[in-house]
């Protein structure tokens, strides 16, 4: 219990840095950079041209549908690391391959079924 | 590879399930149409495993149960008597489907769909673990979050795939939550372990949280009254075919993994939650039925019955005497046939009202469109005729069996008042099928006669064979109930 | 290193699962239930890993590797459906969808 | 051995951690250098002299940068919000900090058992560097919203398309590798693999991972979200000064880990034979040296891609990842679980 | 020996399943009448074969069918219910006839749900077990919806659903009597049974005397709705008259609410908790109905309307010749139902004639049909005659037999319900007088008398009346040993 929380003090310690460090550098900057005020220096770039419309602009569908596989593949990676850790060593080798390959098995007709769907195709 | 054997009705949908969906995407959209005779060929296969399994179960006269998986699935009559209730739900909307999937693209989706919700409902029934209940609970809630939304041009689909979507995911919330404290209580998952430790749960107060987010997580699957708010617009604006899945099929789950949970499980608890159930039942019968007075949706009147049918099987809650979980069990089978069937029945006066485009396009179930149905589609008139009769409870059909043996066992557990309450309530229920049948036979006819599809139809038969066999003959199926009872006792 | 005292994980278990609840019954963004949704799932893991570490037991971090993957298909079915109204009606907003009433 | 007092092991996380921060000057100048070896190295390939002016071979050049970059006014465009335009850096550093406390970056053996050097060792390490890293796309997120720039938004889209794709394969195949030693715990799997280098167990391992790091880094040709060309910089461009030094300093530091773990999962780590291992003096040098030297090289590699491979379009960046990659890994995971039981056995 | 109880319930329904799918209105008639013909014939042969010189139950069968709960399909025939079934058999097919010229849709719905209706009634009669009874008494309410629905008048959706949730209510009550007896004797003996006898016989044994009571209510309650007794008969008079003339005679058949009585509720009575209290309260129903029928009756313009009240005064015998205990009033009450069935047929049959004829039913629209229908006439005044209770015809011989034996124990009820008789000759032959006799409304235009089918059917009930009146020795003997049976039983208790 204390080791896992142990081996955690030095990622609080850097993370802490981590935050402090990028405000510290900006703090810096505004101490040693110029200033100077015209109002076309705060346009947005547009390769010169003016600005028009929001860029605030509707997603894609396509990422949409990309972030729909990608979670739940993901997902199912998440369940292949503890295996992992199992796989050898535990004695039961052969169960743990045998369900994992199923796992893997049934995850491949969800993926022939997303491919030929043309889900994972950019450009229907 | 014995433990498979026991698996296997599981094992067949499944499989059924990922052959259709890949066949699905290889097939020409004309040739489509296989894929339902395929789904309903898997069904009956796995249902006649189930109904095999029923053999391996008794041993020189014993009862017995199996624990497969590490325990985490138990094969006992409980299990399999409610695998056979999600089966025939199955079969009746699988056949049903091949017609209503006749022209559409995503054949291979809607019955893979279906089967792995079937899948994750047989799963629950059989569930030894707090985590494979969850899981098959949550795998069963998706595909039919999918399913209620299937047709994706319909407002009134996604509307209620959407309803049904946020407050079934709030329920598994909950129910998470719940189990996460069941969990706590008595550091195990396993349902036979912590119903080995009933005073861990007493002592602690966190027991009592746990049955009140549980009785919240599962009343929102069963629709039990403030829980139910989902289902009547669910139930109206899926496809039928849906529909009938969700209130014969999903909502048993919701029951059968309840009758896990509380009885098995937290039955150190039953004072707390026996009140909670009494409460809801009658909560839930009667506002169902007056309620459902008021409809004019036939399919939206079907959900509102089947809220008040809840009611009914919640008495087994209630009362908890053998013969009470029996008939509660029972009328789940019972209710199985009756709901599916029903819907199936509206379902084809909608698809008739979409063919021939006349009355009211917006409630194609409306109770109009129903008006001399008995002279346009006998066929579809006297089988929703038997259903909705049966649902009242009129004899000889499945209904009136499953409600004798669960009434009479509420007047011998001395709770004759909560009978009363019930049978009231199923006379006020027969008041709006009456008027559909009305509206079938006694209003003149407003089209031509229309002769009902014929997976409509094999469908309808299905369920009328099946209403009426338990009427007539009910002693197998009391008997099954009655062992399924005695897994729980 | 002292353990935190298991109260505090349920205590912030339970005011993030209130959160979402109050979150999902007054929102009325499909995309903000659907977070709400997954904030009660998430303290519920929450709960799950705390009684986990205290009970010795290790049921209770499998669960809550499941609840995540069901959560995240949960997630996955719910855009689907509001991506179909979203090109149907062109909103999100829960109460303006009102076709379905008794 | 040296007797440590007995109210010291308490506070040892925590001298630890603080030390370990001498690292991150280290890791910080090692990103320089590797800013200037990239210029040096693209300018060899071309022909060209690269910095010369600032220092010998223009070794100043990154310090003259450095000052400049400073001294730069801070510019935020009046549309942009506020919040996520200034906070979105803390994102991207946080992300290489986190990543950096967990990786080691070498070890000494000491009367031949090994002491690694990493700021702290966890269990699962492997799977807490997947996600401390996908932290930065949080960062480059806000930047490209925040910034309130079309270039920028579509950049970040990219990106992230780019990121989702590459994730599982890159998770799928570093499954695979920690499947040979049964740990998460990247010490572990690099000490274990001796002189039988993953690379050479599974070579299509190491090709998908290699790729799907180089796409998960946005290095050229996977560097999309930038493609100066046609997005201007992309998600960052309207970042300016420091700050846009922060998020490219970021990157670069990503660069030098990501070639860290190349080094560690597939190319056996500071694995050195055992006499050298066991010399007294060898073996305090030797491993952390021939460590460091893979790295170097997997870094000059990654570099070098930059001129050998024209960028994608974003099209064929998806494909190759969700068509190819991830059949392929999934096809090493076999092959992997086929291995260990063949090894296994 | 055949196993005619079983028969007499298939048959009439595989006829009724056949008939459904006939295309054509003779074919319907055709198969209709013949399945009634083949029920009446099994019943003669039930009667031929009847022992009347016991009270024991003949043409027993008995099978297992829900052991679990003891349940068995049981059936048998005796003094109680064969006289029923006969008034049923011989009543049926002179129905079917009566109605075959008449034109209507979907014949084959109707002459179906005819025979169905009859397989339920008899199914009744002859069931003895508790769930068979049930499930037929229940079944009895699906055809008669339907008829009074589908061809019923105009109000006939109203009457319908009246009829069909009021006696449905009552029947779960009486099913929640019967879960009470079940699981009461459940707990005594152990052994569970839904045999009606067995039940019966346990009764006794229970402890407290509020459960039984409570029992024996709840089950006469559903009895007394549908016989119907005076408070409980509100669907009454509008399901008797919205229904097509079929559908009245049906109603009039449905006898299964007396046959209740004698077959569950009389040896029950016995037993409760004050039987005293119960028979007073029995006879009270049974004259107050008499009263009420015969005064509701005298002032009904419809002349179907007046008929149905007739039937309520008609059945408040029945219920007072039950309280009566005595064999020969309980007998009485019987032959009451015997005789009630057949007169109520010729009156409704003539109700609807008249109806379809004129195209009125107002008594006062009416007027010297004399003149142009005779046959009509010379019908009617047999049923009307009989009805009202002169000697010679059946009604006499009920009246006279139950309001004489039952003085014995009620003499007060008895004076109430001899009140009625006055008021009942009243209203039969001021109708009768000014719907048939006196001057022809000309307003009625042409119309012609009854063809020779109806003049058939109405003729041979009509005989029957006559038959019985003169000689009611048949039907009576078959149900003086029953009723010694029920009536010993309370003597034996010294009620």
Known sequence: MSGIIDSYIPVAIFLAVGLIMPPMTMFMVKQLSPRSKAASKYTTYESGSIPTGTARIQFNVEYYLYAIAFVLFDIEVLFLYPWATVYKGHGITS?????????????????????????????? | ????????????????????????????????????????????????????????????????????FSEALNIDALSQFFKLVFLVVALIVSIAAIKYNENSDHTEEFYTLMLFATFGMMVVASANDLIVLFVAFELASLATYALAGYEKQNPRSLEGAMKYFVIGSVSAALMLFGLSFVYGATGTTSIPLIAANPWLLIENPIGLVAVVLLIAGFGFKMALVPFHMWAPDTYQGSPSVVSA?????????????????????????????QFIFTILAVATMTFGNVVAVAQTSVKRMLAYSSVAQAGYIAMAFAVMTPVALGGGIMYALAHAFMKAGAFIAAGVVVWMVSQEKTGNLNVPDHLDSFKGLGKRMPLAALSMTVFVFALAGIPPTAGFMAKFVLFSSTIQAGMAWLAVIAILNSALSLFYYARLVGYMYFLPPEGKSVSVPFPYAAALLVAVAGVLVMGIWPEPFVELAMKAAMVLV | MTAIPLTFYLGLAALLFSIGLYGVMTHKSGIRMIMCIELMLNSANLNLVAFSSYTDTLN??????????????????????????????????????????? | ??????????????????????????????????????????????????PSRVGKFGLLQLVADAIKLFTKEDVRPRNADRLLFDNAPIFMMSSVFLMLVAIPVGAVFINGVQYPLAVTEMDVSVLYIEAVSAISIFGIFMIAYGSNNKYSLLGAFRNFARMVGYEVPLGITVVSVAIMTGSLNIVEIASAQGLHWNIFLQPIGFIVFFIALMADMGRLPFDQNESEEELVAGWITEYTGMRFGLGFFAEYIHMILGSFLVALLFLGGWNVPAFVANNPVLGLIAPTGFFLLKTVLVLMTIIGMRWAVPRFRIDQVVDLSWKKLLPLSLLNLVWAVGLGLYLGA | MLPVASLLILVPLIFAAVTFFTKTKDQAAGLGLIGSLVTLGLTLYAYLNFDSSTAAMQFYESIPWVPFLGINYSVGIDGISMPLILLNAIVIPLLILFSWNEEREAPNRFYGLILTMQAAVIGVFVALDFVVFYIFWELTLVPLFFIVNIWGGEKRAHASYKFFIYTHVASLVMLLGIFGLFYTALHQTGVPTFDIRELIAQFQFFGSGLMKDAIFLAILFGFLAKLPTFPFHSWLPDAYVEAPTAGSVLFILLKIGGYGLFRISLPMLPHTGNPNLMIMMLGLLGSFSIVYGALLALRQKDLKRMIAYSSLSHMGFVTLGSAGLVALSV????????????????????????????????????GGLARKMPMLTVLMMVGFMASLGLPGLTGFIAEFLVLTFTFVNLPGFVLLALLAIVITAGYHLWAMQRAMFGVYNEKLGSIRDINTLQVFSMGVIALLVLYFGLNPSPVLNMMIKNSEAIVSLAAGLGV
Not at chain 2, 47 to 61: D, P, Q, R
Not at chain 3, 63 to 79: D, K, R, T
Request: glycine share 8%.
């Open chain 2, 1 to 68: 590879m014995n433990e498979l054997m026991y698996l296997a009705p599981e094992i067949v949908v499944v499989a059924t399930g990922l052959v259709i969906l890949l066949a699905g995407v290889f097939l020409s959209p004309r040739s489509k149409n296989i894929l339902g005779y395929l789904a309903t060929l898997g069904i009956l296969a796995a249902l006649f495993l189930t109904v095999k399994s029923f053999g391996l179960l008794t041993m020189e006269g014993l009862q017995i149960g199996y624990s497969v």
């Open chain 5, 331 to 366: 007998s009485g009450a019987m032959f009451q139902q015997f005789s009630h069935g057949l007169i109520m047929s010729i009156m409704f049959m003539s109700a609807g004639v008249i109806q379809s004829a004129t195209g009125t039913r107002i008594i006062n629209d009416l």
């Open chain 3, 60 to 102: 209770g971090q499998v669960f809550a590797i499941f609840s995540i993957a069901l959560a995240a298909a949960e997630a996955a079915v719910g855009f689907a459906i509001f991506m179909a109204i979203y090109r149907m009606h062109d909103k999100i907003n829960l109460n303006e969808l009102n076709i379905l009433r008794w």
């Open chain 2, 245 to 273: 899945l969700l209130a014969a099929g999903s909502k048993k789950m919701g029951f059968v993994a309840a009758f896990r949970i509380f009885i098995i499980a937290l039955a150190a608890l039953q004072p707390d939650w």
């Open chain 4, 1 to 50: 051995m040296i007797e440590i007092p007995e109210f010291i092991i308490p506070l040892i996380p925590w001298i630890r951690g603080v030390v370990g921060l001498v690292l991150v000057g280290a890791i910080f100048l090692g990103a320089m250098g590797a800013v200037w070896l990239e210029r040096k190295l693209s300018a060899d390939i071309q022909f060209r002299y690269g």
């Open chain 1, 95 to 124: 169960i743990a391959v045998v369900e994992m390959l199923l796992f893997i098995f049934i995850l491949l007709f969800g993926y022939v079924y997303l491919w030929k769907k043309e889900a994972l195709t950019w450009v229907k």
